[in-house]
């Protein structure tokens, strides 16, 4: 199992405690917007997005794509970092107190994404798409393991996806597939007492 260096900045802690933030990256993670025009999209204004895009961009979350002069003033767009969500084993060294807020969150898009897909009927549109999920009962050692294969799987996901990214700006991105990738691995609440 590969050890990764990275540590989780606290300030990319702060910035994804706040709900708006949270919204402002599934936004830029489907597209590369500028403040101003998530605004509309996410009915709030745009010094309050302005603000927290530029906390996103502090922390490291966000590229900045391109800027363009917009009535004598400067706009920016922005595309999230394929690290920006949480999940990454590193997490579980945040507070407690800020981990449960920030994983709700995370469901809560994760789950409306599947949701729309499955209203969609994109969910199963391709014959190869995966939705797999089984309980299992593991000792210390094989839920180690566990999360060895998902660090390990999660980095050749993203890689994946960087080398896409390169193909598609090539291609100007004609053959792009949206898509989520989502794993878990949790302990399960204890049985209700009957």
Not at 127 to 140: C, E, G, N, R
Request: with cysteine.
């Amino acid at each position: 199992m590969k050890e990764r260096e990275e540590k989780i900045d606290q300030r990319m802690v702060r910035a994804l405690a706040h709900p708006l933030r949270v919204r402002i990256l599934e936004i830029l993670t489907e597209r590369v917007a500028s403040p101003n025009g998530m605004s509309e999209t996410l009915g709030a204004g745009l010094t309050d997005v302005a603000y927290h895009t530029r906390t996103l961009d502090r922390c490291g979350c966000l590229d900045l794509v391109r800027t363009a002069r917009k009535r004598g003033a400067t706009e920016h767009f922005y595309k999230a970092q394929p690290r920006a969500f949480i999940g990454d084993r590193n997490w579980r060294s945040v507070p407690r107190s800020v981990r449960g807020a920030v994983t709700a969150a995370s469901l809560d898009t994760y789950m409306d994404k599947a949701i729309a897909a499955l209203e969609a009927g994109t969910i199963d549109e391709c014959d190869d798409s995966a939705l797999f999920w089984t309980p299992l009962l593991v000792d210390t050692i094989g839920w180690e393991e566990i999360n060895g294969i998902v660090d390990d799987s999660t980095d050749e996901i993203l890689a994946a996806e960087t080398r896409s990214r390169r193909r598609l700006r090539k291609t100007g991105g004609t053959d792009a597939i949206s898509t989520i990738f989502g794993v878990s691995h949790f302990e399960t609440a204890p049985p209700r007492p009957k």
